[in-house]
């Protein structure tokens, strides 16, 4: 009992020896601060530091003052992110097992850049652990690569992860991909059973088809878990075709998905175009995430989220059809509660904290035609949501149509500080009650026309030249002869891979 006591008694010791070691920090940060903002200006040196998230423990990020740099790829993933990874991704299991009674074969991960500089390294960690590996550190804090947990220890079967990273990523953690790829080689050599090792199992299938498609390097191919955009480009294509109307169905959508985010990245490709291995592991997805880590941003924030995440589900479904594919955010906001939330209530969370919230709006409206135009954007990011997804419910638009539209008072202050705003608000709901995803009563629809036609009577009046009028072109690739083009690729795959 003695010993017990002496030991908590050393931890909180050891805590409010860092707690004042903290506060020390903080008070140096102001001179720091100062210091460094002169010398800047004066041509001098600025001592270099690091960056990195408070709220996950980087104290050593204060004082501040110094020419922070964002992140040492080397160091990724830190011990405590590999914590933080593996809890988060035994609860993203757990999600979906209590959902469909079985594990999920493969997973789907949106990963980011935000993940290395907000949280070291943590949804790589969750991609890691998935397949059943774990990160080997050397002395310095350097992760050197991973190493096979065994399945008694690992307690359930290795997972498949495919992961579609950004542009970012690319460019600047280079690690993610060989890592993710150094893990992989290492699961498929394994020699355990196929219904214990799904990472093998797909290797073997995709394999198997490529072969049967005469695609050349098929190991190598078919061995590929990370993709994005080809090297120079960034973004995932979706957003652009959502926001020009430029689709029709949700296999259209798909194509752009695949036709952007379809070159692989391993220690031995360098974005190759890989669309039939891409295709055929997409089939085995059961469920796509992203991790959230702060509120500091929402998937209303970017028209990123929807194209990437909500991108990624619609294909997936589009490809196979089926209905147990789920869309998740895995929330590591309090680490102390990480929670795997599905998108539908994603969705509606962010709309009441902030679109259908009293004090965001006003808070906006503070901001005049910048304001407007806020919440337009949000606005046309949760159409986004509703176009790749379908899981925005009626009572969400009914809702927002009623505050910002049919409102008087709220319809005036949009007319005196943005009407550009308000026209591009009200085309979105009419387009979401003509392409279904919004089954809007005949008496509002007919409202919302009217205070169309009202916003275009002045836009006439007040601008001239071109005027967007109330008709909703819709086009596709198959308009447009060197869009087309561009997509032959991905079609001349999916028919080989889907004999």
């Not at 590996?133 to 690569?145: C, L, Y």
């Not at 509660?337 to 962010?350: A, C, D, H, S």
């Not at 806020?374 to 046309?380: A, M, V």
Request: with cysteine.
């Amino acid at each position: 009992m003695l010993a017990i006591k002496t030991e908590k008694a050393g931890r909180l010791v050891e805590t409010l020896k860092l707690a004042l070691e903290i506060v020390d920090r903080i008070r140096a940060s102001g001179p720091a601060e100062t210091a460094g903002l002169l010398a800047g200006l004066e041509g001098g040196y600025v001592e270099p530091g690091p960056s990195g998230a408070l709220t996950r423990g980087k104290v050593e990020v204060l004082p501040t003052g110094r020419n922070f740099f964002a992140v040492d790829p080397t160091q990724i993933p830190t011990p405590a992110a590999w914590k933080v990874g593996v809890e988060s991704a035994e609860r993203l299991v757990r999600y979906y097992r209590e959902r469909y009674g079985r594990y999920p074969e493969s997973v789907g991960e949106v990963l980011w850049s935000i993940d290395a500089y907000k949280a070291d390294g943590e949804q790589l960690s969750q991609i890691l652990w998935l397949m059943g590996v774990q990160p080997v550190w050397a002395e310095d804090g350097s992760v050197r690569g991973v190493e096979v947990v065994p399945l008694e220890k690992l307690g359930r079967p290795r997972i498949d992860a495919v992961a579609r990273i950004s542009g970012i990523v690319r460019d600047t953690l280079p690690n993610y991909a060989y890592l993710i790829d150094e893990a992989v080689s290492k699961v498929i050599a394994l020699d355990e059973p196929l219904d214990m090792n799904f990472v093998k199992k797909h290797y073997l299938e995709t394999l198997e088809k490529l072969k049967a498609a005469g695609v050349d390097k098929p190991e190598e191919r078919a061995r590929a878990r990370v993709y994005g955009e080809p090297p120079g480009a960034y973004g995932a294509g979706v957003n652009y075709a959502v926001e020009a109307s430029a689709w029709r169905t949700d296999e259209d959508l798909m194509k752009v998905w695949l036709q952007w985010g379809s070159y692989a990245y391993t220690r031995a490709m360098y974005g190759e175009m890989n669309v039939e291995a891409f295709v055929a592991q997409l089939s085995k997805v059961d469920v796509i995430n992203r991790n959230h880590i702060s509120d500091e941003h929402d998937i209303f924030g970017c028209c990123c989220y929807f194209a990437f995440h909500g991108g990624f589900y619609n294909a997936v479904k589009a490809l196979t059809g089926r209905s147990d594919i789920e869309i998740v955010t895995v929330d590591t906001r309090d680490l102390s509660n990480i929670e795997v939330r599905g998108m539908r209530e994603e969705i509606e969370r962010v709309v009441r904290a902030k679109l259908l919230n009293p004090v965001w709006i006003s808070e906006m409206m503070k901001h005049g035609y910048r304001g407007a135009n806020e919440i337009q954007r949000k606005i046309l990011h949760l159409y986004g949501w509703s176009a790749t997804t379908k899981l925005v419910d009626k009572w969400v638009y009914d809702e927002l149509v009623r505050t910002y539209v049919l409102d008087e008072r709220m319809r005036k202050w949009f007319m005196e500080n943005n009407i550009y705003a308000l026209e591009e608000i009200v085309r979105r709901f009419i387009e979401a009650a003509q392409r279904g995803l919004w089954r809007a009563d005949a008496e509002t629809l007919e409202r919302l026309n009217e205070i169309y036609s009202e916003i275009e009577a002045v836009l006439e009046a007040d601008v001239t030249g071109e005027v967007q009028g109330g008709s909703i072109d819709v086009y596709t690739h198959a308009d447009v002869p060197q869009w087309g083009e561009a997509v032959k690729r991905v079609e001349e795959a999916l028919a080989r891979v889907r004999k």
